[in-house]
């Protein structure tokens, strides 16, 4: 694993039950140095601020490129990153649960 990304609290659980893709609007922030096509853990930051990896998958943008779409750090864990990107930053298809449900 070369990062992690963290996403917010509704996207994380949403990813629990099954893959789904990854876009700009779901990162709260990321970690690691990563670049585009490597594989990164995937966590959730909860409400309550607790965070959980529940996933790994391939990025298709790098670390520098989804910090500044992502923008500022810290951000609420329901709140939503990238101004309003829809920008896909793991497809689906790219994500492995670490706990299938």
Known sequence: MRG????????GR???????????TDVLYCAGG???GDIVHIAFRT??????????GVVSC???Q???????WPRAPEASGGQGSADVVVREQD???LWPS
């Not at 992690?4 to 996207?11: H, M, P, R, S, Y």
């Not at 409400?47 to 790994?56: E, I, N, T, W």
């Not at 989804?66 to 500022?72: I, N």
């Open 4 to 11: 992690t990304i963290v996403i917010g609290n509704d996207a």
């Open 14 to 24: 949403a990813l629990r039950r099954k893959p789904a893709t990854i876009k700009v």
């Open 34 to 36: 990563f670049s585009s």
């Open 47 to 56: 409400a309550d601020g607790s965070q959980y990896v529940v996933a790994k």
């Open 62 to 64: 790098d670390q520098a």
């Open 66 to 72: 989804l910090q500044q779409a992502v923008g500022p």
């Open 95 to 97: 994500i492995r649960l």
